[in-house]
Structures are given as C-alpha cells and as structure tokens.
C-alpha cells in the first residue's frame, strides 16, 4: 500500500528556472512532511520539512507547499543550479508513538548549466 | 569522521550465501534503521529498532533478519540471498525524542546478488 505518491519520477530544469515536486498523501493522521535530498554515491539528507499546521515553510530558496484539505505537499527550488541536481524524496510520519518514516520513490531533478 | 558508518561499502556475493551488513554510529541515537533503495521504488524500511531490546518489522522485512549488539551497533543479516535483494542498502538513526524524527543516513552498501 502506497501511503504516499511522488512526481513527477524525472524532472530537467533550466540552471535558474524553478523546480517543482509534487506528494499526495491520504492518511490524514500523518503529522510530519520532510524532503531528503540524496546525491549520488551519498545516503539521503534532511532538506526541510513542514507540520500540517502550517501552508508553508521557506529555507533559502527551498520551500515547501501544504495543502491539508488536498492532502498534497510540494517541494519548489527557487533559482536552481546545477549543484541542486540530485533525487528528491518525500516523506510522511504517522503521529503516533512509533514514528518512522514512509518515503515516497523519489524524483531525479537534473538542473542544466 | 563519518558519524554512520557502514560496511561494507560494496559486495558481490552469490545466491543461497549468508551476508551480513554493519551499522555503527557515533551519534549517540537510541534509533536505527534499516532501509533498501531500488530505482524507481525509493527507500523502504526494512528493519527498526527504538533501542538495544525493540526490534521491529518494517515494510519489507521476508528474507532479512537484524540483530542490535549495542546502541552504536545494528546489522542486518541476508540468511540466503537471492538475486532481488540486489539494491542500495542504507543505515540510518535518529533520537528518541524529537519533533521531527530527522534521520540521518550513512553512505550506503551496494549489494549484488549473482
């Protein structure tokens, strides 16, 4: 069962256009969006993350959208660079006591010089 | 120094071999992790352990077992590989209490299943 479902699965972008990755979820008990960011040959890095209780949330040129009544939480990367070429996961945490993660599968974004 | 460490880094082996994977940490967190990658399936969540006495299946736990040596310590255990267990296989921790449950991940071990 996909609890929470990423896209697009590739994206190219122009070095200083903006980069956008969509998430959709559908169980409104989750508590915690994060975005990981993983280059290659490296394991994924916290990128930012969101409570529901918030629409948004902005670090740099990375921010993060939330939609609770669509269930839907994106990820846009202002001005990208080629250095930001990496894969791109969401993620969601069940509130309860055992808070692991669930990942969706994850976007290639590569940002052309 | 890397603060979660992993190896081996890479490894080859063939079907019906026993391979067991390392995790150690230096950070300190009660909890790790056991996540595989697949292109095009992202991270799932093997194995987790909240501390050196809870064990607890993930999502895709058949085939794999883990043991927790220590606090600093959680392998992962492949008991008769075969060839779809070939992927990217991550470490990963996190504190006991937090807000936001961030994890931190090692560099990963490629396994090859021939």
């Known amino acids: 069962q996909q609890q929470v479902k990423q896209s697009p699965q590739s994206l190219i972008v122009q070095k200083g256009g903006i980069s956008i990755i969509n998430c959709a979820y559908e169980n409104t008990a989750f508590d915690y969006f994060p975005w990981y960011q993983q280059f290659p040959g490296k394991g994924p890095a916290l990128l930012i993350a969101i409570r529901p209780d918030v629409s948004e949330k902005k670090e740099g040129r990375f921010t993060i959208s939330f939609n609770k009544s669509a269930k839907q939480f994106s990820l846009h990367i202002m001005d990208s660079q080629p250095g930001d070429s990496a894969t791109y996961f969401c993620?969601?945490?069940?509130?309860?006591?055992?808070?692991?993660?669930?990942f969706g599968k994850g976007t290639m974004l590569l940002v052309s010089p | 120094d890397a603060d979660v460490t992993q190896t081996p880094r890479n490894r080859i082996t063939k079907t019906g071999k026993r391979i067991m994977l390392e995790c150690s940490q230096t950070?300190?967190?009660?909890?790790m992790y056991w996540y595989r990658q697949d292109p095009g399936l992202g991270l799932r969540l093997i194995y987790y352990s909240f501390d050196v006495k809870d064990i607890n299946k993930g999502e895709i736990s058949d085939g794999y077992s883990v043991s927790r040596q220590a606090q600093a310590k959680f392998s992962l255990s492949l008991e008769s590989a075969i060839p779809n267990q070939t992927a990217l296989y991550f470490c990963?921790?996190?504190?006991?209490?937090?807000?936001?449950?961030?994890?931190?991940f090692g560099p990963g071990t490629r396994l090859t299943v021939l």
């Open positions: 950070k300190g967190h009660d909890r």
């Open positions: 990963a921790t996190s504190e006991k209490f937090t807000a936001y449950n961030e994890q931190f």
């Open positions: 993620a969601t945490r069940h509130f309860s006591g055992y808070s692991t993660l669930t």
